[in-house]
């Protein structure tokens, strides 16, 4: 999974984990749902390997982007945003910083995503 994520982002990926839950497919469904409501567009959706991954979505302030991934990681859901924003010189053209790691957001998503599930219909 480590190399996975390494191959998405040029940051270092330090999960947040969200739950202990087994990943079936009615957790998957609420997921992706989530993140569709707080990301918009989702770019990989592997339900077997239980991948899900973002497109970027804009940022306000500052002006930039963020994007999530969602996964199973040892029996857990992990969590990772990411972050860059739009650097505007006083010459030459825009152009978008290095990909970070959001860890506020991170912990955010991974915040809400216990709460989606929890909220799930036992069984």
């Known amino acids: 999974m480590a190399l996975w994520l390494a191959s998405c982002t040029s940051a ?16 998957f469904r609420a997921c992706v749902h989530e ?15 239980f991948r899900l991954q973002t497109a970027w979505a804009p940022v306000a302030e500052p002006s930039g982007e963020r994007r999530a991934f969602v996964f199973a990681d040892d029996g857990a859901l ?36 216990a709460a989606v599930l929890r909220a799930l219909p036992p069984g």
């Not at 993140?35 to 390997?49: H, I, K, N, T, Y």
């Open 12 to 27: 270092p990926a330090l999960p947040v984990h969200v739950a202990a839950v087994a990943p079936t497919a009615v957790v």
């Open 35 to 49: 993140l569709s409501l707080q990301f918009g567009r989702l770019e990989l959706v592997d339900a077997e390997a």
């Open 78 to 113: 992990a969590v990772v945003v990411e972050a860059r924003w739009l650097n505007a010189p006083l010459v030459g053209l825009p152009e978008w910083s290095a990909v970070e790691l959001d860890v506020a957001g991170s912990q955010a998503l991974a915040t809400r995503l």
